[in-house]
């Protein structure tokens, strides 16, 4: 009786070549992964490839020749489409061993037939004698002859592969390779995200977290996580088994750590295949490897937002944040009129301040434990704060500046509501220098949070930056004490001030707040003190004043808030110069300032919101009020 006819399976592609005589093929994909089969070259036999170490399991060496057979079959066959038929199954182990076809028709190809004849595989011992192993004999005879392949005796010594199968010590790898393009061969795929590699020439074997991003995982029970399979499929299609280029940009291992051997790196050639897995929705960014990236993070997140604004796949559900600030109202200019603190300042836009809260940094916070007392006092007991005050004052008060809202902060825990934005001098991203400086940190956003600086990553990679240069909160080493005398409501502090101040007669100071028209804070660098100056020659309006401390609020004078807003319009946070010609019975300083050598008591009575006083007879500067009050009643 005739043996039934053996079946030709047809459009099967090889998704990997294990070795010299095993290949894994793929089917069609129907709604997900497709099927897979192992299978093995029918009556050859290729030199075996050494196995990593696994558990208890010493690594094996590779028998002569392995590599090179393998490498032979894989750059063949690798995402090729093949057919191929069943000669027999293996009982016990239930392999099945087939002769492979590539190409169709008449230039179709045994895959078998080549290896032997090729030199890379001989026939197996315990074939059953027939016509099909006899040719194969004959096929490695012809081999054997001509001394190719497997058969080079000359060359057994040099083709066994000595493998670095455990890096001993990454960092030391890492620094030696670190932006050097490395060409490796994909071994697996562990997941989307993670590839096992061999790095040639020099048979370094890694395991490479792709930079930047995480896929769905596999978990250790056997389960996985949505789209876990969808991602290492996507992955494998496109890498596994294939010629790679990698540039390694981190390591997460540490020497003598066996367990983990993971290094950070983007494959290069053919494609970022992290992009790919963004824009599908098959990853997410992840912010601790953003800062590694070579390449532009900009555009990573710019792949996240198109897979999150077409819903794909991790991102089906995905609703974005909802910002209250009205689409015309997001981005704005302004001048700049009060650093606030390290983190928030406001903006003059037309006739309206609009109060800022830097998106995305932290201004220097009081150690662990400590208190810093009111703003007035933590802004020089604060570490730093003082620092990143003057930073931003100095480049920015009194300057034009551009603000992008990238998110708002609603009220919650008795603050209110905080519009969070990008501040731009000219090109200059303000959050970008500060940081830069050691002067603020990055604030820790969630990993899926949208509410985030549109430069977040810039922020991390200037923050590395700073800690690598060792300034500002990142110094370690003691940190600039700033001893500042309060000399406000402090009579006697106040005399025994007086008489050098009056000596010195004008010198800088900074504004540090005005409370009205005529009454305003200073600090004075020279003397390294705090006070209260009061404008000499002038009676101004009172501005209206909030209830504190259980105090009742009183209402302005006539144009008193009017009076406040120009000062602050003048000199708020600027540096000016005082003459001080007393001391009143609260301690307060009375005298004349000027910013850019306009008296304020003068540009007060000359815009018609101070009354020249009638103390100003004795002083230098009565000319100059009368002159100035005389024409404010006269237009």
């Not at 290896?115 to 027939?130: E, H, P, S």
């Not at 009143?584 to 300032?593: E, Q, R, V």
Request: hydrophobic share 35%; net charge positive.
């Amino acid at each position: 009786m005739d043996a039934a006819p053996k079946t030709l399976h047809r459009g099967w592609v090889v998704k990997q070549v294990n070795s010299g005589d095993t290949i894994v093929l793929k089917g069609r994909p129907r709604g997900g992964p497709p099927p897979e089969r192992s299978v093995s070259l029918a009556y050859i036999s290729a030199p075996k490839l050494g196995r990593r170490p696994i558990g208890n399991e010493e690594a094996t060496t590779d028998e002569p020749y392995a590599w090179e057979a393998r490498e032979y079959l894989r750059n063949l066959l690798v995402g090729k489409e093949v057919s191929f038929i069943v000669e027999h199954t293996i009982p016990i182990s239930g392999r099945e061993c087939a002769l492979v076809y590539i190409g169709t028709g008449e230039n179709s190809v045994c895959v078998n037939e080549l290896m032997v004849k090729d030199g890379w595989a001989i026939t197996r011992n315990n074939n059953k004698q027939n016509e099909e192993v006899a040719k194969y004999t004959m096929w490695m005879v012809e081999a054997q002859t001509s001394g190719i392949g497997v058969h080079n005796e000359e060359g057994k010594a040099n083709a066994i592969r000595n493998v670095n199968w455990v890096i001993e010590d990454p960092r030391m790898l890492f620094d030696e390779l670190k932006g050097k393009p490395l060409k490796a061969v994909v071994e697996s795929v562990r997941d989307g995200g993670t590839l096992r590699l061999m790095l040639i020439p020099s048979m370094n074997y890694i395991t490479l977290m792709l930079t930047g991003i995480r896929c769905p995982s596999f978990k250790p029970d056997g389960g996985s996580e949505d789209h876990a399979d969808e991602a290492r499929y996507a992955v494998e299609t496109r890498l596994l088994n294939k010629d790679i280029e990698i540039l390694l940009e981190g390591t997460s291992g540490g020497m003598g750590n066996a367990k983990n051997q993971n290094f950070v790196g983007t494959v290069v050639k053919p494609g970022n295949i992290s992009l790919f897995l963004l824009k599908e929705g098959l990853a997410k960014c992840v912010d601790w490897s953003m800062k590694l990236l070579t390449a532009d993070p900009e555009s990573y997140r710019a792949a996240t937002k198109q897979a999150k604004t077409d819903r794909k796949r991790l991102w089906k559900n995905f609703e974005g944040p909802v910002c209250t600030v009205p689409k015309d109202q997001r981005e704005f200019s302004g001048r700049v009129t009060e650093i606030v603190n390290g983190e928030v300042l406001v903006i003059k836009v037309g006739n309206v301040y609009k109060r800022v809260t830097m998106s995305s940094i932290r201004q220097p916070r009081p150690a662990e434990g400590t208190d810093a007392g009111p703003p007035s006092r933590a802004l020089y007991e604060v570490p730093y704060l003082f620092e990143a005050r003057e930073f931003l004052r100095k480049r920015l008060v009194g300057k034009k500046v551009n603000a992008t809202v990238d998110y708002v902060r609603p009220a919650a825990n008795g603050y209110p509501e905080r519009v969070c934005a990008s501040i731009f001098l000219g090109n200059q991203n303000i959050q970008e220098a500060i940081v830069s400086k050691g002067l603020a940190t990055v604030a820790w956003h969630k990993q899926d949070d949208d509410e985030r600086a549109a430069n977040y990553d810039a922020l991390l990679l200037a923050q590395e930056k700073a800690k690598k240069n060792k300034v500002g909160v990142h110094y370690g080493g003691e940190p600039p004490i700033h001893k500042v005398a309060d000399l406000a409501g402090n009579a006697a502090k106040s005399k025994q001030f007086l008489p050098f101040l009056q000596r010195i007669g004008r010198l800088h100071a900074n504004v540090e707040f005005v409370a009205s028209g005529s009454r305003i804070r200073v600090y004075i660098p020279r003397d390294t003190c705090l006070a209260t100056f009061l404008l000499s020659g002038i009676s101004c309006p009172r501005a209206a004043r909030p209830s504190i401390k259980g105090q009742p609020a009183t209402p302005a004078e006539p144009f008193g808030d009017e009076a406040l807003e120009f000062v602050k319009d003048q000199i708020m946070q600027r540096e000016v110069e005082i003459e001080v010609e007393s001391c009143d019975k609260a301690g307060n300083f009375i005298g004349y300032l000027f910013v850019e050598d306009k008296n304020m008591s003068v540009e007060l009575v000359k815009e018609g919101l101070a009354k020249m006083h009638f103390t100003a007879e004795r002083g230098k500067y009565f000319d100059h009020l009368s002159r100035a009050e005389a024409d404010a009643k006269a237009a």
